[in-house]
């Protein structure tokens, strides 16, 4: 989690918030979330009792302040650039509801061993239909649009955000694209 957050402290815009969602954990996530917290007013801590991946994210969707959504777990990182990239594409084309990146596939001490992307854009409902064409922290989205599809349905215990996906793009979502990787899948 610590380098999660060392990695959205590090973005080079510097317009976001933090909300680590501590749910039910029983190692140090909260205090590790807590700390980061006190030096920094752009992180929040909610805490509840476990409920499980949906229900963790749809308690930070409520708590989020800004239109557009990232979702992390505590073992992805983002490049430095990411949040700049992915904003400057929405600026540049406001009829996009997501944007997606490429990605990079990494080890549990941090070594790069792959690189994957998808190309596709615009309505994507035929290849979400499918499978799941990149991981969450590679994609940011609309909050209004994520509100409408439901949010993250939380009786799901793997594919959750496959499902949001899914409902998003049935809702008609244009999925735009960065050809840069810019998240870090462990």
């Not at 973005?11 to 029983?26: A, C, H, L, M, R």
């Not at 476990?50 to 749809?58: H, I, L, Y």
């Not at 992307?117 to 239909?129: E, K, M, S, T, V």
Request: proline share 5%; net charge negative; hydrophobic share 45%.
């Amino acid at each position: 989690l610590a380098e999660t957050i060392a990695s959205i402290e590090s973005q080079s815009n510097p317009g976001w918030e933090v909300i680590v969602v501590d749910d039910g954990s029983t190692d140090e996530t909260r205090a590790t979330a807590e700390a980061a917290a006190r030096t920094d007013a752009r992180i929040r801590v909610l805490s509840q009792p476990n409920g499980g991946e949906g229900a963790a994210r749809n308690a930070g969707i409520g708590a989020a302040r800004f239109e557009w959504l990232l979702f992390l777990d505590a073992d992805d990182r983002i490049a430095p650039a990411h949040l700049h990239r992915m904003m400057e594409a929405v600026v540049a084309h406001p009829e996009l509801d997501a944007v997606h990146c490429g990605w990079f596939m990494v080890d549990p001490s941090g070594r790069v061993f792959a690189e994957y992307g998808c190309r596709d854009i615009g309505d994507l409902f035929w290849i979400l239909a499918n499978r799941n064409p990149f991981p969450i922290h590679a994609c940011v989205v609309r909050r209004d649009l994520v509100d409408r599809a439901g949010r993250f349905d939380p009786s799901l215990r793997t594919c959750a955000d496959w499902d949001l996906w899914q409902r998003v793009a049935r809702l008609g979502a244009r999925f735009g694209r960065i050809p840069e990787s810019l998240a870090y899948y462990c």
